[in-house]
């Protein structure tokens, strides 16, 4: 049963243009929500994250959208840049438990 | 550098054999995971320690796999008698007990022929 869900496996964006990458979840008791970016041959790093108490974090080119009501998240790249191609993960957890990992969408920034 | 260490980067071993991986955290941390990743897959939860807790084993596949965790500090992830579905990139991360932040390590491809 997977409690984190991207149904996008891939995504193509023109650069310049917004990138939106989108993940549901289904844990009403997930309180922390986290996007990771993954460049081949290397492992995951944090790119910005959401409290359950807030609906937005914005840092930098990047902002995280959250949707309590409908369990949904987003995250928008503004401008996208050739340097955003990556895999793109997101993740839940619930205070100290295991963080759980959805399957990841990949951007492709098109020229 | 001071981040999460992993070895070895590349394994390459035959089917039925045992292999060991290690990691490294970074200093302090008292959280560790260890996730697999399968070719086109996503982010596959293996096992978690949290400080001095039973660690949580529920992402185990099989009873061939195992880790240990000395206090704080090195982990090790073991896989026994090796079959050609284990291979994947292991990776290994690492937090603080406050902070939900995880730092990876840049994994280990293990490779059973």
């Known amino acids: 049963d997977q409690q984190v869900k991207q149904n996008s496996p891939s995504l193509s964006v023109q650069e310049g243009r917004i990138s939106i990458l989108n993940c549901d979840y289904t844990n009403s008791m997930f309180d922390y929500f986290l996007w990771y970016k993954k460049y081949p041959a290397e492992g995951p790093t944090f790119l910005i994250s959401?409290?359950?108490?807030?609906d937005k974090n914005e840092d930098g080119r990047f902002t995280v959208f959250l949707n309590k009501s409908a369990k949904h998240l987003s995250l928008h790249i503004v401008p996208s840049q050739p340097g955003d191609s990556a895999v793109y993960f997101c993740a839940s957890s619930f205070r100290d438990d295991k963080i759980i990992f959805g399957k990841g969408t990949r951007l492709h920034i098109l020229p | 550098g001071a981040g999460v260490s992993q070895s070895p980067s590349n394994k390459v071993t035959e089917k039925g054999k045992d292999v060991e991986l290690r990691c490294d955290p970074i200093s302090g941390h008292t959280a560790l995971y260890w996730y697999r990743q399968r070719l086109g897959q996503g982010l596959e939860f293996l096992i978690y320690?949290?400080?001095?807790?039973?660690?949580?084993k529920s992402g185990l596949p099989s009873d061939r796999f195992s880790a240990e965790r000395t206090g704080e500090s090195v982990s090790t992830l073991t896989i026994q008698r090796t079959q050609q579905e284990d291979s994947a990139v292991y990776l290994c991360?690492?937090?603080?007990?406050?902070?939900?932040?995880?730092?990876f390590g840049p994994g280990t491809r293990l490779l059973v022929l």
């Open positions: 320690f949290q400080g001095n807790s039973a660690p949580d």
């Open positions: 959401i409290s359950s108490i807030k």
């Open positions: 991360a690492s937090r603080t007990g406050q902070a939900e932040t995880q730092y």
